[in-house]
């Protein structure tokens, strides 16, 4: 999608080890989000960020850090990946201005899957 | 808590075959209604905003109707390539500083030719 990319785009990774996804971004929006997809739950918020080192926890964001050093970075970390996090990660951005839409514009995901 | 429910799980049509998916909300105070579609390996594209009840939003195929409880994503006439699944999102004051969007598992939606 443009303006937004994420990296990578799938991988595999064992029971117990860190594993670091990126979201960049071209657009300079304020906010961004990190989602997991995964069947029957549809998309649930994992953290958020509304500036350059402010972050919050989302619904589900045990066993998650994020960080964001820069306004078009924000970065998803499995501490010690397990099995249950398999899933699709989808980073969003928006900057839901006065005259936003609070529509988001949304990455083409990361596809993890835990061994 | 807000909560988001959409209905059919899935949906089979043949194309020309006009029909409505559901998305029922329960919010403190709706501060928008999204909807996306998303296609296969990839992210949702938003597709519209609703604020208002009787509010309406159209763009090719597909009309977006709110009522106080519950909007609509009608198709009109759909072709195969609609086919895709489509969510439903809320934002309420309970989103936050962030506005942070509520998701519905979706809709999958086939249209067959």
């Known amino acids: 999608d443009a303006g937004i990319t994420q990296s990578p785009r799938h991988k595999v990774t064992e029971t117990g080890t860190p594993v670091t996804l990126r979201c960049h971004q071209t657009?300079?929006?304020?906010?961004m989000y990190w989602y997991r997809q995964d069947p029957g739950h549809g998309l649930r918020l994992i953290h958020y960020?509304?500036?350059?080192?402010?972050?919050d926890k989302g619904e589900v964001s045990d066993g998650y850090s994020v960080s964001r050093s820069k306004t078009e970075d924000f970065l998803l970390t499995l501490e010690s990946a397990t099995s249950s996090q398999t899933s699709v990660y989808f980073c969003a951005i928006s900057d839901a201005g006065v005259a936003a839409n609070y529509g988001y514009t949304f990455g083409s995901g990361t596809r993890l899957t835990v061994v | 808590e807000d909560q988001v429910t959409q209905s059919p799980e899935a949906l089979r049509l043949q194309e020309g075959e006009s029909s409505s998916l559901n998305c029922s909300y329960t919010v403190s105070g709706l501060r928008g209604l999204f909807w996306y579609r998303q296609d296969p390996g990839k992210g949702p594209e938003f597709l519209f905003t609703l604020y208002s009840a009787g509010e309406e939003k159209e763009k090719e195929r597909l009309k977006a109707t709110l009522t106080k409880k519950e909007s609509f994503l009608h198709i009109t006439a759909p072709k195969p390539e609609d086919s895709a699944t489509y969510l439903c999102a809320v934002a309420s004051p309970n989103s936050g500083s962030a506005r942070q969007l509520t998701f519905g598992s979706g809709t999958q939606l086939t249209v067959l030719p």
């Open positions: 960020s509304y500036g350059v080192k402010d972050t």
């Open positions: 657009e300079n929006h304020r906010y």
